[in-house]
């Protein structure tokens, strides 16, 4: 999930929450909204945390090198 997915999951769980005024009695939707908004929430403080790990992470490469004292055969 990254931050598109967690301020989509925001957007949808406040109008859930707060927009739709309207009653079933197999839904609540204010409930479902408000799932989605924690959820999104959640979901954003996972992807700044790993956004935050991967910018201080630093690659280095290491080329190991052997020498055997011996010269390589000459091309002909």
Request: no cysteine; charged share 15%.
């Given at each position: 999930?990254?931050?598109?997915?967690?301020?989509?999951?925001?957007v949808i769980g406040g109008i859930c929450a707060f927009g739709i005024k309207d009653s079933w009695s197999a839904?609540?939707?204010t409930a479902i909204g408000y799932i989605c908004?924690?959820?999104?929430?959640?979901?954003?403080?996972?992807?700044l945390v790993?956004?935050?790990?991967r910018a201080r992470t630093a690659h280095?490469?290491?080329v190991e090198h052997?020498?055997?004292g011996?010269?390589?055969p000459p091309v002909v």
């Open positions: 999930m990254g931050i598109g997915v967690g301020l989509f999951l925001l839904i609540d939707l908004m924690i959820v999104g929430v959640i979901a954003l403080v996972i992807a790993l956004t935050r790990q280095t490469e290491t052997r020498d055997t011996s010269t390589p």
